[in-house]
């Protein structure tokens, strides 16, 4: 936008709370990671890997994904109506996000099956994220 006048000023830029700010530079550095597996698994891994690891390859870009978008509205959030339970939120969703997509990303590259015993703990902690975030909403007022 032009300013004809000299004398307007600019908006000044928004100031990101703590959280906001991890949650909305975790978001999107998940995304971006996330669009980027996902072009290495379809360009780079589909002729390498069987059928089978490449259904686990997708699956966790697409958690990953998910759950990056998810921690945009986290931050959003944790501007508008910061609290404990946003918080855990953010940070279930960031820790269920690195083991969950992580193991399936090793397990689909490597073979190793044992961690596929990993994965579950990442589940648990992204379920424990949208409880946290349930409770938000219900509690929100």
């Known amino acids: 936008m ?3 006048n000299s004398s307007q000023k600019l908006p000044r830029p928004a100031i990101l709370s ?3 700010r991890i949650f909305l530079g975790a978001g999107a ?3 971006f990671l996330g669009v980027a597996a996902g072009a290495f698994g379809t ?3 589909r002729d390498r890997l069987s059928p089978e690891m490449m259904n686990i ?3 966790a870009v697409r958690y990953q994904l998910v759950h990056a978008l998810a921690l945009l509205a986290v931050a959003w959030l944790a501007d508008r109506s910061p609290s404990l339970a946003v918080n855990l939120t953010g940070w279930f969703f960031v820790t ?3 083991v969950f997509s992580g193991t399936l990303y090793v397990l ?3 073979g190793v099956r044992w961690w596929g015993a990993v994965t579950p703990l990442g589940g648990l902690a992204l379920l424990a994220g ?3 975030l349930i409770w938000t909403a219900w509690t929100l007022q």
Do not use: I, N, Q, R
């Open 18 to 20: 703590p959280m906001e």
């Open 130 to 132: 949208w409880g946290c």
């Open 2 to 4: 032009f300013y004809e």
């Open 29 to 31: 550095v998940l995304g």
């Open 96 to 98: 269920g996000t690195v």
């Open 57 to 59: 390859f997708e699956s």
């Open 108 to 110: 689909a590259m490597s």
């Open 43 to 45: 360009h780079g891994l």
